[in-house]
């Protein structure tokens, strides 16, 4: 089995900074693209950044030059450090994991979501 799970949410004030931790274990072979989607109350959720296992990264519009996605593929682990929030980033942020299992099954596995709140 595999799990995923994400730490570092909160809340803050316009303007700071936060950085979200996402850490995949199990078993797990390989890991190819680990994302970052959020979901705001009434909306659905959306993709905020993905990165593959080679370094390339993909941004939503709305967190460009603001937002950056990292990974560690040694230990399975994701960051999100999100500078400059504003109150519109307000959501459930969820981490995701395209895992190849030792067993060679590939599936996408989420996390639970941890919230993070911007608000003066």
């Known amino acids: 089995q595999v799990q995923v799970v994400e730490s570092g949410g909160g809340l803050v004030q316009p303007g700071e900074s936060l950085r979200l931790s996402c850490v995949a274990f199990?078993?797990?072979?390989?890991?190819?693209?680990m994302a970052w989607y959020r979901q705001a109350p009434g909306k659905q959720r959306e993709l905020v950044a993905s990165i593959i296992s080679g370094g390339s990264t993909n941004y939503a519009d709305s967190v460009k030059g603001r937002f950056t996605i990292s990974r560690d593929n040694n230990n399975n682990t994701v960051y999100l450090q999100m500078n400059s929030l504003k109150p519109d980033d307000t959501a459930v942020y969820y981490c995701?994991?395209?895992?190849?299992?030792?067993?060679?099954?590939?599936?996408?596995?989420w996390g639970q979501g941890t919230q993070v709140t911007v608000s003066s």
């Open positions: 995701n994991a395209d895992v190849e299992t030792k067993y060679y099954e590939s599936a996408v596995y």
């Open positions: 199990g078993n797990i072979f390989s890991i190819n693209t």
